[in-house]
């Protein structure tokens, strides 16, 4: 195991420490990655991108009180951003479908199909709150009530 | 107050990347303050996670070998001090001090360009004293056997 010293940044990262969170985190991840992107080499290209990155946000994934694999998601989400723009950008010409990556999930299958819309489109599709809203025709009020009863539902499923 | 803060679903909105800067930091300066929102993000994040691990695909054999390589790569770039201005010149000798060494490798040298008239004379005097030296030595041979041939002749009018 090579160690590293990120002398610019003015700290030590031993690569075993990114090892530690790739061995903890890299199939969450890739799973994520893989239903937006479905495809299997894209999505090993963006997790590598990913790690690529985490010695130098150790610092901030290893703050306490954060939470690792939440930060390494909002990671991946920027990686993601201009992969999300051009399925934007191909859905707009088209007829709007529903936003459901993937329904043989366990807890988005226990969702109603407003709640998969809203669920599935901010997570997988990298929508915003404001364009589901316009999407739905509701307000941006409505579209946040309508994500906490996903999570109520994702809570209640796993119990 | 707070009750209504957590329903509103601006911490689910934080949690899945859909808040807008304004509300993320509206949502980490209420998780400082007050001990309830930190309690409902951290049992969000988990959610989250729940999610992301009934998703999760182990990565390709190899994934993490490409990361460590690509990590590896990233060469820190040493800090370089500039000199400190003194009005004696004092040469830095130093050999980590930042500069590629190439003289004491280089199989080459660089001259000036006035050198080049220096070789031409040289070239052509080189070509007419050898020329001499021929021409000399031809007209040698020749008085040689000349010389050779009257030694001849005046032993023979001795005789």
Same mark, same amino acid.
């Given at each position: ?20 969170? !790739?061995? %903890? ?6 799973? !994520? ?11 090993? %290209? !963006? ?8 010695? !130098? ?13 939440? %930060?390494? %998601? ?86 | ?136 030595? +031809? ?5 040689? +056997? ?14």
């Amino acid at each position: 195991m090579v160690d590293k010293n990120f002398e610019s940044s003015g700290i030590t990262v031993p690569n075993n420490h990114v090892s530690a969170l !790739y061995n %903890q985190y890299a199939g969450m991840l890739l799973g !994520y990655i893989f239903e937006v992107v479905k495809n299997m080499t894209v999505a090993e %290209q !963006y997790l590598i991108a990913v790690f690529k990155d985490v010695p !130098y946000e150790l610092g901030e994934l290893t703050k306490p009180g954060s939470n690792v694999f939440c %930060q390494l %998601q909002i990671i991946a989400r920027k990686k993601l951003a201009g992969f999300f723009d051009s399925v934007h950008n191909c859905e707009d010409g088209a007829e709007r479908r529903p936003a459901i990556a993937n329904t043989n999930n366990k807890y988005i299958g226990t969702m109603n199909s407003e709640q998969q819309l809203v669920f599935c489109g901010i997570y997988w599709h990298g929508k915003t709150i404001s364009r589901l809203a316009i999407e739905l025709d509701k307000t941006e009020d409505a579209v946040k009530k309508i994500l906490k009863e996903c999570f109520t539902t994702i809570r209640n499923s796993s119990r | 107050m707070i009750r209504e803060y957590i329903d509103s679903g601006i911490l689910e909105a934080y949690v899945i990347g859909a808040a807008s800067e304004q509300e993320e930091k509206e949502v980490l300066r209420m998780k400082a303050k007050y001990p309830e929102v930190k309690e409902a993000l951290l049992q969000l994040e988990l959610d989250m996670e729940k999610v992301a691990r009934h998703t999760a695909i182990i990565p390709p054999t190899g994934t993490w070998d490409k990361i460590e390589r690509e990590i590896n790569e990233i060469t820190p770039r040493p800090e370089v001090k500039p000199a400190k201005f003194s009005r004696t010149f004092k040469p830095n000798n130093d050999k980590d001090n930042g500069f590629i060494e190439v003289g004491s490798t280089s199989t080459h040298m660089r001259i000036h360009k006035n050198w080049r008239w220096v070789f031409a004379a040289v070239f052509v005097l080189g070509k007419i004293f050898l020329g001499c030296a021929i021409y000399f030595y +031809l007209e040698n041979r020749q008085a040689q +056997l000349q010389i050779k041939e009257l030694k001849t002749e005046i032993s023979h009018y001795q005789k």
